[in-house]
Structures are given as C-alpha cells and as structure tokens.
C-alpha cells in the first residue's frame, strides 16, 4: 500500500525556518518525481515544488512565490523527501501536501496520484 | 507561465444533474490536464490524468475531455457523494498548475 506520511509542521515565527518531511511507502520511491503542494486556510491548491529522481539528478524546479526561500530534496536510503522553508512569511501559513508524482521509470504522467495527510505550518509572531 | 482558469467557481446543483466544470489554459497545452476531487478537510483525491483517462477506482460518472485550451471535467449524475471542491491541473517539464477550484454545492 502506498503511504506518505508528512511530519515537521508546527507554529514558527516570520523570518524563521521549518523542514518537513515525508516518508514514503509502498513503492519504488527512486522512480518517481515529488512534489509539493500547499493550501491555505479556505483557498485553493498551490504548487509549491518538485524533485526528480536520482536518475535524473535529483533536480528541482519551485513555484516563483518560494523560489530562493525553499529548497526540496531527497534521501534514497531512507524513502523520505525533504521541504526546507527559510526565511518563512505570514503568507506560507498554509497545510502543506507531500505527493507522489511522474513515474520517470515510465516516462508517463497520472497524475499526482498519492497525497499525503498534510502537515500545517503556521507562521505567526 | 502557463494559467489554468476554472469556471464556474461555485455550482449549485441537485443530485441526478449533469455537471460541467471548465478549465482554460492561457495557451494551448497537450493533453497534460489533470483533475482532482476535494472534501472538506480531506487531501485531494485525483479522478481524472492526461485529460480523459479515469484514475482506477473513480466512478464511470466521471469524464474528462478537451484540447488546446478548453478542458472539461464532466459528472454525467451528481451523486450525494459528489459535493466537494474541484480542481484542474496542468503538467509540464518544469511546473505543475492548479486552477482556482470549483465549489459544487447542494442546490
């Protein structure tokens, strides 16, 4: 059964810094893209990045709004994608989304096709 | 950057309708239109991948269709199980894009 399971949220102050984690299960987790999506209270969803895989690099691509602040990675060893959040801003309040992406084994896209439960981050004074 | 446009934003509807939501790209994509279900304090849930094909286990109400700009996510007979919020989403080599979601509410 696949499972991502997201930890690490919490309340932090502005200017501050929080990583999440996501540990994965359930499948080959080196085949696949991940990505992150977070959502604030009441809104919708917004992307916030992705890693490839390590075949392809490991290498990242991040929604202009966290470009420079957030920066995503991987450890194979132990099936866990990180999300780094620096310099965190009142705006990043949201529940932040672990997701299993491309499977670049593949080579075909289905989707965000497994999310996480959630983790919330809250940035507040 | 690519934009995805949902319409409408909230649908009002009653169960056995047929239900339309439309999603506009800014510029003429390939078929890489997702779509996505959403519950009240639930993670989203994906229906529908690569424009038309029906992730396992969603329900055949559920369809997918369009090209170009103009995509479609279809519920060809609200079921009580249907009201939740909407979202399209475009893939691409270096980004994925939500639209703003669609509200489907009792009517």
């Known amino acids: 059964e696949v499972q991502l399971v997201e930890s690490g949220g919490g309340l932090v102050q502005p200017g501050r810094s929080l990583r999440l984690s996501c540990k994965a299960s359930?499948?080959?987790?080196?085949?696949?893209?991940m990505t992150w999506v977070r959502q604030a209270s009441g809104k919708g969803l917004e992307w916030v990045g992705l890693?490839?895989?390590?075949?392809?690099?490991?290498?990242?691509e991040y929604a202009a709004s966290v470009k420079g602040r957030f920066t995503i990675s991987r450890d194979e060893s132990k099936n866990i994608v990180y999300l780094q959040m620096n310099s965190l801003k009142s705006e990043d309040t949201a529940v932040y989304y672990c997701t299993r992406d491309k499977d670049e084994s593949s080579g075909y896209y289905y989707g965000l096709d497994y999310w996480g439960q959630g983790a919330l981050v809250t940035v507040s004074s | 950057d690519i934009q995805m446009t949902q319409s409408p934003s909230t649908l009002s509807a009653s169960v056995g309708d047929r239900v339309t939501i439309t999603c506009r790209a800014s510029?003429?994509?390939?078929?890489?239109v997702a779509w996505y279900q959403q519950r009240p304090g639930k993670a989203p849930r994906i229906l529908i991948y690569q424009e038309s094909s029906l992730e396992s286990g969603v329900p055949s109400r559920f369809s997918g269709n369009g090209s170009g700009t103009d995509f479609t996510l279809t519920i060809s007979s609200l079921q009580a199980d249907d009201f939740a919020t909407y979202y399209c989403?475009?893939?691409?080599?270096?980004?994925?894009?939500f639209g703003q979601g669609t509200e489907v509410e009792i009517k």
């Open positions: 989403q475009h893939y691409n080599s270096y980004s994925r894009t």
């Open positions: 890693i490839r895989s390590k075949a392809y690099g490991a290498t990242t």
């Open positions: 510029q003429s994509i390939t078929s890489w």
């Open positions: 359930g499948f080959t987790f080196g085949n696949y893209v």
